[in-house]
């Protein structure tokens, strides 16, 4: 196994390597620099000359891509060109903020998608089918940020029940911060819940046909243990793969949420860095993303050589 | 096909389905009465009700952008936090007469190249620190510094010399008399000189001011508390202040209204007329000026070399229409960059482009041109569009296809201060809120020596240098005010459409609040009624 990790270790590596190059080249083909950015719009070009000194960026573009890598592999990431503070803080907060509204959201589309599941697939009332197949429907048909406004709208301005927007961190006043989370998770949620609740019901609806639930059925078996025990158990498999999929979108979608609710995570600090043009915070952002995903293809790796002795020695 | 078989009766009944939901909205309404409540939470009550000013409670501001501590000294979207932290050394009444804060009085010389100013004594840094006449020297020759890209930098190079005479008196002795130094005062923050870098680092920010920053958390925002030792006795009422970044325009009217924030100086003019329709919201104007609209042009792109074009583009643009639309009314259409409070306003001037599609046609056709297909560049945000769209249609009225590019604001920037603009650009400006001669000495879009639109002019140059070095008052000052104002508006160098008013959009129970000219938000007298 060692030696299989040994063997996967350099092409991780190049492809990391690539990336920083490609994230650093790409930003500095984007017109527009920091040191404009900083000098504001009545400023003199003589100004943004000075900044741009400051900032370094007035030297040889490889000797500016050395130093970052060099600051990286010293594990500073040094100071926000814009923004302010160091990056590896703001990256710290970010993240924290994005995995709490992802894993909010993440226990809204388990709660609300086997509600939808189990009810569209067993409930024999057709209007409360009915009213589960619209509900999904618009939560699948309705993009998010219209979904976010019209929640602001009935539980914040008119209801007075949950603030609109902005975070207090779950883990320093969590009867606060849940509710700070509800709106926002909820808003993510919806669609990943809708897709997961047909999915769902469809997986249901297949188990129940299956013979063993009519002979289980015809031996008596109570109706309920029949739902729980054997047709949920067997629907749930491909539910499980898809919410792994879903979490990905989740992430993904964070990025919009978090405007309209003014959740300040990943995606507002990518947006606020990339239109100030922070090259620092976005190209440590672009690299750690990069980094995430190389570190789960060869986690991945690992677990299918562990599996799969075969693997290991192609 | 005939189903053999039934569907086995695995259906949830009604009754437990009922107790379902009713034990899951149970146990969240259980879990939500145990919990403070975060709307209440945020709209600290702050005392009984009642009249005349109230000790305590927390503000809340609504800012769409955050604190950049980068640009702690240069004029930024977001200087709102800079009077809470900091003093300046004095601060215009309306009618732009200096009014002592960290300076108590001042003198200038006959010769108009020095001042001697009168510090205050008993002040105290938020470390406990005093102030001193070496912190205003540090904060002149800090604002000299090019590295802190303030637009008053070439004012602040004026000052040559340092005099101190004791702890709290400084002669100023400038290398040729300007007018705009209590501009300069106006805008200059005093810092702690001990922590300058860590200030602009976001780090540390020291100073006298009414609040200590206790809390920077980048993209969300910032915490005040009270400072017990400020120097004005009893001031400020308030406990603490919070800014909370709101990015998105509808969201931050959303926190508006339902009471989690209580000011903000950010709401976009389209939704202004729904705060209007709220009963707990008030909307005041600062006739100042927050900036203006304009509409740039590269006199060096054919056929916009030619004057006559430029005028007729200055013709052509409805500014009345732009104000209700893009600002909902809260402005001033204006062919010239000066408010109201400006010495330079006069009605002539602001009335002297008005919307006459049918004059500039005119212009056009005595130009040699029936038709013309130019480029617009504008900001890529929603109100900057608006406007650009705006232009857009009117010059199409008069025969001018205008082909838009949307840009980020990093690059529009960078093509301003790079002069690389195209022939026509949609942008905003500052500056004209203060002496006249400040704008034409440090926004760049109106330089004389160098600016986006390449115009040259020995008469513009030898008028705004006369104009800045001219003592302010006076017959001569107004003459030189007026050749400005007319070379402005002859040239069409830059066209001004629309000059934004500092909209504060507040709770009804939040009183005192002011803004100075740099849009510093001083809450030394604002408290919160029952």
Known sequence: MRGYLLRRLPSALLVLLVASFVAFALLRLVPGDPAAVLAGPDASPETEAAIRTRLGLDAP?????????????????????????????????????????????????????????????????????????????????????????????????????????????????????????????????????????????????????????RTATAAGVAPRRLLWRHALPNALPPVVTLLGMQTGHLLGGAVLVEAIFAWPGLGQLAEQALVRRDYPVVQDLLLLLVTVFVLVQLLTDLVHARLDPRIRWE | MTELYSTPSTALSRRTTLRAAGGGTLLLGLGLAGCRSAVSEAEAPAGKAGTGPRRGGTLTVAVNSDFTPSLLFAQSGQSLQHRLIYNTLTRYDDRLRPQPELATSWEYAQDGRSITLKLRSGVTYHDGRPFTADDVIFAVKNLQNPLRAAQLRATAAAVTGFEKRGDHELVLRLAHPVNNLFDLFEFMIVTDRHSVEDAVAGKKLNGTGPFKLTKWSPGTGLRFTRNEKYWQPDRPY?????????????????????????????????????????????????????????????????????????????????????????????????????????????????????????????????????RLDLPLLHINLPGDTAVAEAIQYDLKQIGVQVTLRPTDPATAQKNLIAQKMPGLWAMSHGFAQVQPSTLAVSAYPFNEAKNTSKFRSAAYTKVVREAWTTPETGARANTLRQQITDTLLDEAFIIDLVIRGAVQVAAKKLHGVTLNKFSYLNLDDAYLAG
């Open chain 1, 61 to 213: 573009l490889h000797t500016q891509y050395l130093q970052w890598i060099g600051d990286l592999l010293t594990g500073d990431l040094g100071p926000s060109y814009a923004i302010g503070g160091q990056t590896a803080d703001l990256i710290a907060d970010g993240l924290g903020a994005t995995v709490e509204l992802t894993l909010g959201a993440l226990l809204f589309v388990v709660v609300l998608g086997a509600a939808f599941g189990i009810l569209g697939a067993t409930s024999r009332n057709r209007w409360v089918r009915g009213t589960v197949r619209a509900l999904t429907t618009a939560a699948l048909a309705v993009p998010p940020f219209v979904t976010g406004v019209l929640l602001v709208l009935l539980f914040a301005v008119l209801l007075g029940a949950l603030p609109p927007g902005g975070r207090v961190p779950l883990l320093t006043a969590p009867d606060l911060g849940v509710q700070y989370l509800l709106l926002p998770a909820l808003c993510l949620a919806l669609p990943s819940a809708a897709v997961l609740g047909r999915y769902l019901k469809d997986g249901i609806e297949r188990a129940l046909a299956e013979d063993y639930v």
């Open chain 2, 238 to 370: 308030l406990d603490g202040v919070e800014f909370r970044v709101v990015p998105q325009a509808d969201a931050l009217l959303s926190s508006l209204r339902t009471g989690q924030s209580q000011l903000s100086f950010s709401v976009p003019g389209k939704n202004l007329a729904v705060v209007a329709s709220t009963p707990d919201l008030a909307i005041s104007e600062y006739t100042t000026g927050g900036g203006a609209f304009y509409l740039g042009v590269n006199t060096t792109v054919a056929p916009l070399n030619d004057k006559t074009v430029r005028q007729a583009l200055a013709w052509a643009v409805d500014r009345e229409r732009i104000l209700k639309q893009v600002l909902g009314g809260y402005g001033l259409a204006s062919a010239t960059p000066w408010p109201k409070s400006s010495p330079a306003f006069s009605e002539t001037g602001r009335t002297h482009y008005t919307y006459d599609p049918g004059k500039a046609r005119e212009l056009l056709k005595s130009a040699g041109h029936s």
